[in-house]
DNA sequence: GTCTATAGGTTGATAGAC
DNA sequence: GTCTATCAACCTATAGAC
């Protein structure tokens, strides 16, 4: 077993260069020297360059999933507050990762890859989870019809807003606090 | 002098080749197969493979802006429906252009390819208009304060929401109406 | 489990005929 | 202005030593 978890290194190695240059942009050569071992380790370790970028999405996907997935139980209480609560979450989030951010925005709508349906998935369960928000909320302040109405288009809208505003934040106009961001995105919901 | 614009078949086979398998998977010898034309022809054309999608991604953004300016000019007498005209105008656009609009999705928070100060000029452009329709909305229903509270990353926001909406929409769930997804996307705006 | 060396295939770009 | 032919560089993946 090695000493540390070469996986690991592997992965977050390769976000790094791939949000320099792109996931194609991005050579085993390049991934091997940024994660410090040598390029025959890419291939013990993963089947492919591919299987290294499938993992990669799973763990971004998992971890937007979990971040949304507390923040709605720490908001249970108080279902007027959970969409600003969970964009919030969301924020930091993609902050913290900012570098995985850039690659899962530039790699959502791609239907061509070889781990398009894995990404599908994990995104479609994303999705449905700010959905559920939308709803929770809706009920609270009794809209004006059953919650039903509203479907995973609005989640996609509700999700497309967050992450439109937060890269445009963090990569072009980073004087903001994130409560400036928030206020500029939740106007309406 | 060509019989036809030979420069404007390379860019429409190139965005049809890129939106399968993205820019860097898009070759030269299958853009110049897919336009019709010899490999030569797109060097005798554009300088490089860059210079190619730096037009495709100015003609993007170019095609957009004018959508929206149309929209904004055609329900200049109504600014309380001005948000929904300008977002079926982006609707519509996105749909009649979608091998486009999925390339420029994947394409506009990168900011390492040779043309990404082009590109973020005219996405600048575009989301400043964004912000101005909702400005304009604002001022119309006599907003609590002034309409400067609107800033870029509200605009952002709105045009995340209505991409992340229509390409969730057109590539994942066709079986709804425009108007159906507008509303979905609306509702708060 | 990690390394080095190399095979095998593809790519962007150029040269020169027509 | 468009074509064909070709090259030098690069990349993914594998083989085999340690």
Redesign the pocket.
Known sequence: ???VN?KQLITEAAVRVAAQQGISG?????IAEAAG?????L???FS???AIFEQVMRDGFERLGAAVDEARSQAAGDPARLPRAVAAATLETLRGNLDLAKLMASEIFRTDRAWAGAMELARSSVVVRYRDVLREAEAARGGPRASEEITETAGAAFFGALAGACLDWLLFRRDQSVDQVLDQVLRGY
């Open positions: 077993m090695a000493r070469t991005a050579s085993m050569d390049q071992v040598a390029k025959g380790s291939y013990y370790n492919s360059k591919d």
